[in-house]
């Protein structure tokens, strides 16, 4: 009896039932399987910086970091993690008690969650919203409330009102991310000087997400959240080297935010992964030091490769958001006689040979995702070129 029982309650929690699998695994096999050219997943198909290999075989070859490093990350990271954010920001850090090392952002993300969050507090998110946002939140028993980023004339954005009146009296804490991945948008001073009032006013605690800091084009500008009045002593940073410096693999990121925050994060951290990416550490705090020179050469050919792709797209037909940020590209498809971006995303691979992801599964309200596409350009130039070609081909 008992036996029956247990058999018939499923496997998987009610907390996380929702998010059984991602559409990245079914859009990559289903790249795999058709031969397709796979811009559904944002990763880099070239390596960053070989000195910065270097660094991490030097470190391997030396001993440093193959034990256990120590809690909070190795001094050399967090030091250089703090005058990261002193030199491009001027925001200072204490890198013994204000700066955490991760295993990527998206640890840093859940030691934050789980350990702010009590249950029924509210995480008010903008939507659409990267998708291990709305699993932690739901592992932390807490509820998300999603501000629906509005499609206008080129750009999504954020709604003022609407995110004013998404805070309640359960509200715990903003999720914000900036720049934000999918649609590249990168929140305004305007904007961010809005949010940072509103959670002054309201006692909230923010997480902000930053891992595409350095990933900005034009005359757009990365502004982080705590730099704005009353915001440091409230906020968390995350930030990673993955996207950076082009070692997504490598799952080195971090928390910076005051001693209070980050001894918080730091508790739910030690006991998810403990510690992480011994010697990538070290490679990783000098590649914090880059000269300016590999930053601005990073964003000049990801610039010239968001060009390469939105141009191609247009071509296609569809309508392009050309990001400020990220290197990801949201394209709207009812131009193309489309309205359902889970159907044309399922049909792309057999019709042309190229995987993108639908931007519904970004949203709780999928209707207000249902018309678009999400392309990834960190690609190599003929890889895209490639891609561009065989879109072309969708209009016929
Ligand atoms: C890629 C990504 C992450 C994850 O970063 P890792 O350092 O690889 O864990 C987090 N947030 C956003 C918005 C991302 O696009």
Request: hydrophobic letters at 40%.
């Amino acid at each position: 009896m008992e036996q029956a029982q247990r058999s018939e309650r499923p496997l998987l929690n009610r907390r996380l039932a929702e998010f059984g699998t991602t559409i990245f695994a079914e859009m990559s096999a289903l790249a795999v399987r058709t031969g397709s050219i796979n811009l559904g997943q944002g990763f880099p198909d070239t390596d960053g910086p070989a000195e910065i290999v270097e660094a991490a075989v030097r470190a391997l070859r030396e001993g440093r970091g193959n034990q256990y490093p120590p809690g909070p990350g190795v001094p050399e990271l967090r030091t250089a993690i703090a005058e990261h954010q002193q030199r491009r920001y001027g925001l200072s850090y204490d890198p013994d008690t204000e700066v955490l090392v991760t295993a990527g952002a998206t640890e840093a993300i859940a030691a934050s969650l789980l350990a702010l969050l009590e249950p029924g507090d509210e995480v008010v998110a903008l939507e659409p919203y990267y998708d291990s946002y709305a699993a932690c939140i739901a592992m932390a028993g807490a509820t998300r409330v999603p501000v629906t980023l509005r499609p206008g004339e080129g750009s999504f954005r954020l709604d003022l009102d609407e995110l004013r009146a998404a805070v309640t009296d359960r509200t715990r804490l903003i999720l914000l991310n900036t720049p934000h991945n999918p649609t590249g948008t990168v929140l305004t001073r305007e904007e961010l000087s809005a949010v940072a009032e509103l959670a002054c006013e309201r006692g909230l605690l923010v997480v902000t997400d930053e891992v595409y800091e350095h990933l900005v084009f034009d005359e757009a500008e990365h502004i982080p959240l705590a730099t704005f009045p009353g915001m440091r002593e409230r906020t968390v940073t995350i930030g990673s080297a993955g996207k950076t410096y082009s070692f997504t693999g490598w799952k080195v990121g971090w928390v910076t935010a005051s001693p209070e925050l980050t001894s918080a994060v730091r508790s739910a951290k030690q006991y998810l992964t403990y510690v992480s990416a011994g010697p990538f550490q070290y490679a990783v705090a000098e590649a914090l030091r880059l000269p300016d020179s590999y930053y601005d050469g990073f964003r000049a050919d990801m610039r010239a490769r968001r060009e390469l792709l939105a141009g191609g797209l247009e071509e296609a037909g569809f309508k392009v958001f050309r990001p400020a940020g990220t290197y990801f590209i949201t394209t709207d498809i009812r131009p193309l006689g489309e309205t359902d971006g889970f159907a044309f995303c399922r049909a792309l691979p057999e019709r042309c040979g190229v995987v993108a992801i639908p931007n519904a599964v970004f949203y709780d309200h999928r209707e207000q995702g249902a018309p678009f596409v999400r392309f990834a350009f960190c690609k190599r130039t003929g890889v895209l070129e490639e891609a561009a070609s065989r879109l072309k081909t969708l209009g016929a």
